[in-house]
C-alpha cells in the first residue's frame, strides 16, 4: 500500500529551530530539582541551545525508580523559559500530561519510544492537542516496527498537527549488543525516503546508553543527512537521578557539538564540485552496469552447471568446492583492499543465487 502524505511544516518554520545543522534539542534526562534545572539551562543557553528538554514524568522499566518530579516540575521549566529565553520541552504519555504541558506553556513535546508502541495512548493524545499548533515529536517504539511509528504520525496529522518530525532512538533487543538501543539505521533511511519531509532527528544518549558512544552516533546521523540531535545533558551527571551514564555537562556538549563533529553539506551548487561528481557517478554507473553483465554471465554458467549435474545425477551443493571458491576470494579481495566480510556477504548472497538456480534446474521434471 503506497503511503499517505503527511502535511507538514518545514523544521526552520516552527520558529525555534535554525539552519545550519544539527538542530538540537538538550537538557536533562529528568527535571529533578529546581537548582539543577536552572544550572542546566544557565550552561545550555550560554553555550548555544535554544530548546531545552527535560522529563516530568518518567516511563522507567522498573517500578521505585525515579519516575519524575511530576507537575512541580513544569514551574522550573516555565522559569528556564522566562529567565534565559529557551523553547521549553518534555514527554507526553496521556492526556493528562498534554493538558498540563499546554497549561504551562510548553512549546515542544515528545512521544516516547514506549509509548508511540500503544495507538490507544497515541490516539488519546492527539485528540488532546487537537486545534493546538505545539510541535511534536515522535520516537521510534521500542519495538522495530515502521508501520507503528508511522502510524503514529498519521494519528496526530489527522489531528491537525502539522509541525511534526521524529526522534530514531534506536530499538529495544533481548541480545547484548554495544549499544542500549540497535540502531537499526535502514529502518530510519526507509522512513526519511518514504516521508522525505519529515523533520529527522536522532537521539544518541538513549541510543548509545553510554556518553562514551555520543560522538559516533551524531556523527553517523548527520552523515545520513538528518537534521537534528536531541542529546541529554545534566549540570551534574554523576548525580543524575536517570540514566546518569548518558549525560554531558553543557561543556562537554558545548565540545562534542562545535569541535568533535563534523558537519557535511548535503549537496553543494558549485560548478566545480557538480562536474566532478557527475564524472565520477558516470565512472560507477559504467562499472555497475559491468557488475550486472558480469553477474548475468556468471548465472549463465550456473546454469549450465546446473543441467550437467542433472544429467549425471550430481548433487547441487559441493561444500569443498564452495569452501574454496570463497577463501580464493578472500585471499584477491584483499589485494584490492576489499575486506574479508564485503566479500563474503557478497559472495555467499551469489552462491545462494546460484544454488537456487540449480535447485530449480535439478527439480524441473519437465526437460526429463
Ligand atoms: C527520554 O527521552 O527521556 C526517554 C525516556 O526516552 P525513550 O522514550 O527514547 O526511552
Ligand atoms: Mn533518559
Not at 514527554?91 to 508511540?116: M, N, P, Q, Y
Not at 546508553?209 to 552516533?217: A, C, T, V
Not at 556468471?298 to 546454469?303: D, F, K, N, P
Not at 551443493?317 to 557478497?346: M, P
Request: proline content about 5%; glycine content about 6%.
Amino acid at each position: 500500500m503506497a503511503d499517505k502524505k503527511l502535511d507538514i511544516i518545514p523544521l526552520y518554520e516552527w520558529g525555534m529551530f535554525t539552519e545550519p545543522r544539527p538542530s538540537v534539542v538538550a537538557g536533562p534526562c529528568s527535571a529533578e530539582t529546581e537548582e539543577q534545572v536552572m544550572e542546566t539551562a544557565k550552561g545550555l543557553r550560554e553555550m548555544g541551545i535554544n530548546v531545552f528538554r527535560a522529563g516530568i514524568w518518567k516511563p522507567r522499566t522498573h517500578p521505585g525508580c525515579f519516575e519524575g518530579i511530576g507537575v512541580p516540575g513544569l514551574k522550573w521549566l516555565q522559569k528556564a523559559k522566562k529567565e534565559y529565553g529557551l523553547k521549553i520541552s518534555t514527554e507526553v504519555a496521556s492526556e493528562k500530561h498534554v493538558f498540563e504541558c499546554l497549561k504551562a506553556g510548553v512549546d515542544l513535546v515528545w512521544i516516547g519510544a514506549r509509548t508511540t508502541s500503544n495507538p490507544f495512548l497515541v490516539q488519546e493524545i492527539a485528540d488532546a492537542l487537537e486545534g493546538t499548533d505545539i510541535p511534536v515529536l515522535v520516537k521510534n517504539p521500542a519495538n522495530p516496527d515502521l508501520d507503528l511509528w508511522i502510524g503514529a504520525l498519521e494519528r496526530f496529522n489527522r489531528a491537525g498537527i502539522k509541525k511534526l518530525g521524529v526522534i530514531h532512538r534506536g530499538f529495544s533487543t533481548f541480545d547484548k549488543i554495544k549499544y542500549r538501543n540497535d540502531p537499526q539505521w535502514d529502518i530510519a533511511i526507509e522512513l526519511r525516503s518514504r516521508f522525505p519531509e519529515l523533520p529527522f532527528f536522532v537521539d544518541p544518549s538513549h541510543m548509545g546508553g553510554s556518553k562514551d558512544f555520543l560522538l559516533e552516533i551524531s556523527q553517523r546521523s548527520l552523515d545520513l543527512g538528518f537534521e537534528g540531535l536531541m542529546i541529554e545533558s545534566h549540570c551534574n551527571p554523576q548525580a543524575a537521578l536517570s540514566d546518569a551514564k548518558q549525560q554531558l555537562t553543557p561543556d562537554e556538549l558545548s565540545d562534542l557539538l562545535y569541535k568533535k563533529i563534523t558537519v557535511r553539506d548535503a549537496d553543494s551548487d558549485s560548478k566545480e564540485w557538480r562536474d566532478n561528481i557527475d564524472q565520477l557517478r558516470a565512472k560507477i554507473d559504467v562499472i555497475d552496469e559491468n557488475i550486472i553483465y558480469a553477474l548475468g554471465s556468471r548465472m549463465r554458467v550456473s546454469r549450465q552447471i546446473g543441467e550437467y549435474k542433472k544429467n549425471n545425477n550430481i548433487a547441487i551443493l559441493q561444500t569443498s568446492r564452495w569452501d574454496a571458491i570463497l577463501s580464493k576470494a578472500v585471499e584477491k579481495g584483499k589485494e584490492y583492499g576489499l575486506s574479508e566480510k564485503f566479500l563474503k556477504d557478497v559472495f555467499n548472497a551469489i552462491h545462494e543465487a546460484s544454488v537456487e538456480i540449480q535447485n530449480e534446474i535439478i527439480s524441473d521434471k519437465s526437460s526429463e
